[in-house]
């Protein structure tokens, strides 16, 4: 059987000449067809994309263009950065149509595009915000936070999506120019500066990958290696170059530091120019980075970026909870990197991250109706916090931001994300992530086709069936989850399959026919998980997990007059799956057995009485706390949650 899917392209793809152990599917062979993830596409869709137009027009971002092209008149409008907002929604609709056409969205493209192009100055230069504030002559002055090719970053990320998506190259002859105007501008012998904010180095690479221009990756690696090297290191610009990720070279890099996403937003084009040069010290680089900063820089849910000031990391275990920042926008940069690292290796650990990352530290971001949004993502909200900073969770998520950077970001990954799912190489197609849908590795007689059927994340059985096959044998690769090794369990056309207890995936190599099935099931028991003992703010607690999800505790659902701020929990216990709760999307809840703590009068009046004193006496109140998965909080309203639960008598 042959099924007709889409054509949407992956957002990177390696080039022929590329050092990569995976492949991304072709354009039009990954397709998720509902379930879990298909209906957040549906729902950016239908309607995250269309409300992102509403507020780029109401928060004055789409009349920056008419006026900067003499077409109205009047002041730019909002953040230096604010063309940005518009080319990630426009990458987000170009994998949209790729994805399933849409009149209402292709016009929408075609309007905005020629908005864009027509900002454009003749000389190749395009930034509206900056050109409406500032004289040519201040052109690329203060690179540290002006944000200037960091814009341009995210167009070219846009107008490859729509070359390639939407079959639209409008965007794509904008890009060219520009790229002719910055070889006239910075390089060896001129300016040899780069942005403060990276994205122009991946943005760059990918667009040499569909054009197949050299000047294009020599800019790449230009701007990549400049940057913390003897040229450029930003040391005037407050906070200090750490901030900007220049401190020292990508090349002698052993941990990230400063701003978390323009940490990850570089390391993930340090990623794509290892590939591209075959440069396995650079790779090898990266890798070490990204091990460091799963071990010691990442919260349980996968969010990045400690410190409020600054949107920074912080020290290694540094980690709070009711003041993790864990940026949505940090959650993608993260995706991006591991993405690409899964492609240069081919390694189960990035596929694991990318599964942690979506499920917990990226969709928190977004409401269930698509619509909202959580810039930080702490892991826990105080009884009496209060709403202050405007990002603050405290709000609930929101509409809108003066800095935007987030919502866009949210829909043109949400709408991507099918490529992420599975990979081809030449013996056969990977499965990374579990999605109802059809993939593809290869065309006409050396195709293999398979069909997910699957109720990931709520339940732990995953159906492959073989749509299509070679006469000749492939290997289909199927991940098993870090959380699942040991315990999973595979049967190939109902014979059971033995598994390696450390294996990161199962690999059957087999002449297969139309119609065989594999059944994948994995161990969804509960479980708690403790921090490092380096980690002092969840130190003495547990977090709770079940599949791929982080669950949390949030007053909404507790008995009367319990609030999570006095929770503690039996670690020895294993919850109970209840119910599906209907106004969370069907969300399976745990019940957690605990208790309530109260604390002696003299506790209550002055909170450090001496330790082993009546006056320290503290009651525990046996209670069933009920649990939902993290990235389902705040969607009924804002109130107490924690993700870290004291154990005991803690």
Not at 155 to 161: H, K, R, T
Not at 340 to 364: H, M, Q, S, V
Not at 564 to 587: H, W
Request: glycine content about 8%; some cysteine.
């Amino acid at each position: 059987m042959t099924k007709t899917l889409s054509r949407l392209a992956a957002p990177a793809i390696p080039s022929d000449r590329a050092h990569a152990a995976l492949r991304p599917l072709q354009p039009g062979h990954a397709q998720i067809d509902g379930g879990f993830w298909g209906e957040r596409q549906h729902r950016n869709r239908i309607a995250g994309l269309r409300s992102g137009y509403e507020q780029l027009e109401a928060s004055g971002t789409f009349r920056n263009f008419r006026v900067a092209s003499g077409v109205e008149q009047g002041e730019a409008s909002g953040m230096i950065f604010q063309d940005s907002d518009v080319y990630k929604w426009v990458e987000a609709v170009a994998y949209e149509l790729g994805r399933s056409e849409s009149a209402d969205l292709r016009a929408m493209l075609r309007e905005v595009a020629d908005l864009i192009a027509s900002a454009q100055q003749s000389d190749g230069y395009l930034n509206t915000v900056h050109s409406l504030r500032h004289t040519p002559e201040e052109r690329y002055s203060h690179l540290a936070w002006n944000h200037e090719l960091y814009c341009y970053g995210h167009l070219l990320q846009a107008a490859v999506a729509a070359s390639r998506s939407a079959g639209d190259d409008q965007l794509l002859d904008v890009s060219l120019r520009i790229v002719d105007h910055l070889r006239g501008v910075f390089g060896p012998g001129a300016l040899e500066s780069t942005d403060g904010h990276p994205v122009i180095e991946m943005a760059l690479v990918e667009l040499y990958r569909l054009t197949g221009r050299e000047d294009v990756l020599d800019l790449a690696r230009f701007f990549l290696d400049v940057r913390g090297g003897d040229g450029e290191s930003f040391p005037a610009a407050r906070p200090g170059p750490g901030y900007f990720s220049a401190r020292v070279p990508v090349r002698e890099t052993t941990s990230v530091e400063g701003h978390a996403v323009r940490a990850l937003y570089l390391f993930a084009g340090a990623t794509d120019v290892a590939m591209e040069d075959g440069d396995t010290e650079l790779l090898s680089r990266c890798e070490s980075v990204f091990a460091d900063l799963l071990a010691s820089k990442t919260y349980v849910t996968g969010g990045m970026g400690t410190r409020w000031d600054w949107e920074a990391f912080g020290d290694p275990f540094e980690m709070t909870t009711d003041r993790g920042y864990a940026e949505t926008c940090a959650a993608i940069g993260a995706v991006q990197w591991a993405w690409r690292l899964l492609l240069a290796t081919g390694k189960a650990e990035y596929a694991d991250a990318i599964e942690r990352l979506l499920f917990n530290a990226f969709l928190p971001g977004v409401s269930l109706a698509g619509t909202e949004y959580f810039y930080v993502n702490s892991l826990q909200l105080r009884e009496g916090a209060l709403a202050d900073e405007g990002r603050s969770i405290a709000h609930g998520r929101r509409g809108w931001f003066d800095c935007a950077c987030c919502p866009p970001n949210i829909m043109r990954t949400v709408a991507s994300l099918d490529h992420l799912a599975a990979t081809s190489n030449a013996t056969g197609l990977q499965i990374h992530q579990f999605a109802p849908g059809t993939w593809q590795a290869g065309e006409g007689a050396d195709r293999l086709q398979v069909t997910v059927a699957t109720e990931f994340p709520w339940q732990g059985r995953v159906t492959i069936t073989i749509d299509a096959a070679p006469s000749t044998p492939r290997t289909l690769a199927v991940r098993i989850p870090a959380w699942s090794r040991g315990a999973a369990r595979l049967a190939v056309r109902g014979q059971d399959v033995d598994l390696a207890a450390d294996a990161g995936y199962a690999e059957i190599t087999e002449t297969f026919q139309p119609g065989d099935v594999l059944e994948l099931a994995l161990e969804m028991t509960p479980r708690f998980v403790t921090a490092h003992h380096r980690i002092d703010a969840s130190r003495g607690s547990v977090a709770l997990e079940r599949g791929p999800l982080v669950y949390a505790l949030e007053n909404e659902d507790q008995a009367t007059g319990a609030t999570v701020d006095d929770a503690c929990v039996d670690a020895t216990s294993t919850p109970a799956a209840g119910d599906p709760i209907a106004e969370l999307d069907g969300a399976v809840p745990l019940a957690v057995q605990g208790s309530i703590v109260t604390v002696s009068d003299v506790a209550s009046a002055w909170p450090y009485p001496v330790h082993g004193t009546d006056d320290a006496a503290v009651t525990h109140t046996p209670t069933t706390w009920t649990a939902i998965p993290y990235y389902a909080w705040g969607n009924r309203t804002v109130a107490p949650m924690r993700v870290w639960l004291p154990v005991g008598d803690q």
